[in-house]
Antibody, heavy 119, light 107 residues
Framework: QVQLVQSGAEVKKPGASVKVSCKAS????????IHWVRQAPGQGLEWMGWINPKSGGINYAQRFKGRVTMTRDTSISTAYMDLSRLRSGDTAVYYCARAGDANGYHGYWGQGILVTVSS | DIQMTQSPSTLSASVGGRVTITCRASQSISSWLAWYQQKPGKAPKLLIY???SLESGVPSRFSGSGSGTEFTLTISSLQPDDFATYYC?????????FGGGTKVQIK
């Protein structure tokens, strides 16, 4: 069965960077885009961008450009999201999600990881 | 960016009742709309894609309709497991955007 397993919770200081991982299993990793979506405490969902695991191509939401980097390692079926220059407003649960047959909706989600930015 | 507006933001309903949630897009998105269910502390779960296509394994009491700018999610007979927050999401254009959510509470 399809599974996306994310790394553990992180606590970072303002100005630092965080790199979270998302290990895929149960399907062909290069066959579906991986998206990253975040959710601040008590808030709604915010799309950050996607990576094409096959080509490495990326598409970032404008508001994260310059701060986010999405990469992948096909040898271990893992996608990564690196967010730099963290601020308190980046405190959120970060989810990876696998796209559906159309690259837009998200049929499978990781469990989410809480990134806390605090001095 | 396309704005997605859900209504109501909260609703109270009884088990067995019929629930309808509306999602409006700030511009036409054809049928490129998905619906998700999220329970506290859990990741969202896909219910509906392409406005009305039921995701595999999702109970048939969930249905979606609409096109263009107005969409609805209907739960025909609310079950105890359905009390959750529901989000719509457009994937017509980037950035992908979500509605603000509708929390379905027990009446």
């Amino acid at each position: 069965q399809v599974q996306l397993v994310q790394s553990g919770a992180e606590v970072k200081k303002p100005g630092a960077s965080v790199k979270v991982s998302c290990k895929a299993s149960g399907y062909t990793f290069t066959g579906y885009y991986i998206h990253w979506v975040r959710q601040a405490p008590g808030q709604g969902l915010e799309w950050m961008g996607w990576i094409n695991p096959k080509s490495g191509g990326i598409n970032y939401a404008q508001r994260f450009k310059g701060r986010v980097t999405m990469t992948r390692d096909t040898s271990i079926s893992t996608a990564y999201m690196d967010l730099s220059r963290l601020r308190s407003g980046d405190t959120a649960v970060y989810y990876c999600a696998r796209a559906g047959d159309a690259n837009g909706y998200h049929g499978y989600w990781g469990q989410g990881i809480l990134v806390t930015v605090s001095s | 960016d396309i704005q997605m507006t859900q209504s109501p933001s909260t609703l109270s309903a009884s088990v067995g009742g019929r629930v309808t949630i509306t999602c409006r897009a700030s511009q036409s998105i054809s049928s490129w709309l998905a619906w998700y269910q999220q329970k506290p502390g859990k990741a969202p779960k896909l219910l509906i894609y392409k406005a009305s296509s039921l995701e595999s394994g999702v109970p048939s009491r969930f249905s979606g309709s609409g096109s263009g700018t107005e969409f609805t999610l209907t739960i025909s007979s609310l079950q105890p497991d359905d009390f959750a927050t529901y989000y719509c999401q457009q994937y017509d254009s980037y950035p992908l955007t979500f509605g603000g959510g509708t929390k379905v509470q027990i009446k």
